[in-house]
């Protein structure tokens, strides 16, 4: 039977980052994936340029039952340590928006940066192994990795959530935890577009394609960003953002214009010129389609002339305070996260190790904190994945 000190179960962006941390601590590490290559997800992240963290990354960019379990890992390894990282590693990369780090070429070079750091500090990295048995014996663990039998001190799931399952996302890592006793919260889809009922979506479907600069809201949780209409619901950054937020049922409100005073700018227009058509009025400031359908909508489609301050306020609702309730999302196949995990209660919040059984560890994603859209999940697997690595 081989003996390793540490084996890692998931080479993505976790699973490398903490066997690179245990490597260089002279740790014999083996990290076993059963894809035929490692970090896919870092591959098409960020539309192949990777976001790999974010610059304004905090705790309060997660959402975890327990919102305080993130501080410690967050402040222990940061974004500028990562970003240092990339920089020791020559790799160009730029800020987008709103903090989001993307490399100027291609994703694969953050691929290519944890592979030399894993050489250089000595990880063996088995692909296309599946893990055909697990269990705990003595002090630490016994493995059968696609038949061979080995043994470990410390067992570090790094498996990832559920989303985009045929990359071969799974629920391994759930599963492991149940079988250790560890509990886990409601996990869903999250970061993932929202679908209508036909009923709801019959009219808008014309619109699938358009854009807007959105405020989207789910009670008091508000991310504006760009909102797009698609031939099934609505999707765009804050629509992902606040998919995280909405369940099934909730109604989510939008502002279409959130700069603009809608009703004060039509109450000029409609000084200006009263034969102006409602539609029109609005066609100047929204894309053509979308106006066309709000005036058709509101039940106004005359002259500007003919419409009376109140319903103008309903106009001003409609493109400021529409109320949506989507009847569900697309699913694990598009979500880029997992939304919850196993519960932080039975992991310390310093090494990311079971409180009840020794030498187990989980990190990244299949944990219960989940980060905004931006590159917070990535900051999560390589802060995560660095603690753990200093611990195993
Ligand atoms: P990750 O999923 O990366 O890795 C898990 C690994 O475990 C995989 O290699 C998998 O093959 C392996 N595995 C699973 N089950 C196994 C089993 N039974 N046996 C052996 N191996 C197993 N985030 C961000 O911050 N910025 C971004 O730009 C993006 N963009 C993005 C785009 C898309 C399309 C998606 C789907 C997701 C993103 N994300 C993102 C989210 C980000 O990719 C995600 O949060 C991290 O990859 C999570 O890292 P982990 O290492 O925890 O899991």
Not at 65 to 83: E, G, K, V
Not at 105 to 114: C, E
Not at 178 to 197: C, N, S, Y
């Amino acid at each position: 039977m081989r003996q390793v000190d540490v084996v890692i179960i998931g080479a993505g962006a976790a699973g490398m980052m903490c066997a690179v941390e245990a490597g260089n601590r002279g740790r014999s590490v083996l990290l076993a994936d059963h894809a035929a290559a490692p970090g896919e997800k870092i591959r098409i992240s960020g539309g192949g340029r990777c976001n790999f963290t974010n610059l304004n990354a905090s705790p309060q960019n997660f959402i975890s039952r327990n919102p305080h379990f993130c501080i410690s890992a967050l402040r222990r390894y940061t974004q500028r340590d990562f970003i240092g990282l990339v920089d020791r590693h020559g790799i160009a990369w730029h800020e987008k928006t709103l903090g989001q780090l993307f490399c100027d070429g291609s994703a694969k070079q953050i691929i290519d940066m944890l592979l030399k750091e894993m050489n250089r500090a000595g990880v063996e990295l088995r692909l296309g192994t599946t893990v055909d048995s697990l269990a705990k014996e003595g002090e630490g663990f016994e493995l059968e990795l696609s038949g061979e039998r080995v043994r470990c001190s410390s067992l570090v799931v790094a498996s990832g959530g559920k989303s985009i399952p045929k990359m071969g996302a799974s629920g391994f890592g759930y599963d492991i935890a149940r079988k250790f006793g560890l509990a886990l919260t409601e996990i869903r889809p999250a970061l993932v577009p929202l679908t209508f009922d036909e009923n709801t979506l019959a009219p808008l479907k014309p619109l699938s394609g358009i854009a807007v600069d959105a405020v989207v809201s789910h009670e008091k949780t508000k991310f504006r960003e760009a909102m797009l209409f698609t031939h099934r619901g609505l999707s765009g950054p804050s629509i992902l953002q606040i998919s995280s937020y909405w369940r099934e049922g909730d109604v989510i409100s939008v502002a279409m214009l959130p700069d603009v005073k809608v009703f004060d700018v039509l109450r000029a227009a409609r000084a200006r010129n009263g034969r102006q058509a409602l539609q029109t009025a609005l066609g100047e400031l929204l894309p053509k389609r979308l106006a066309q359908l709000i005036a058709e909508n509101s039940g106004i489609e005359t002259h500007l002339a003919d419409i009376s301050d109140k319903q103008l306020l309903v106009v001003e609702k409609s493109v400021n305070e529409w109320q949506i309730k989507p009847a569900g999302s697309e699913g694990y196949r598009t979500a880029e996260v997992t939304l919850g995990g196993v519960d932080t209660d039975g992991l310390d919040q310093k090494t990311m190790e079971s409180k009840t059984t020794r030498g187990l560890y989980f990190i990244g994603e299949v944990v219960d904190v989940t980060g905004w859209l931006g590159g917070y999940n990535f900051q999560w697997a390589w802060s995560s994945g660095w603690v753990a690595g200093q611990a195993v």
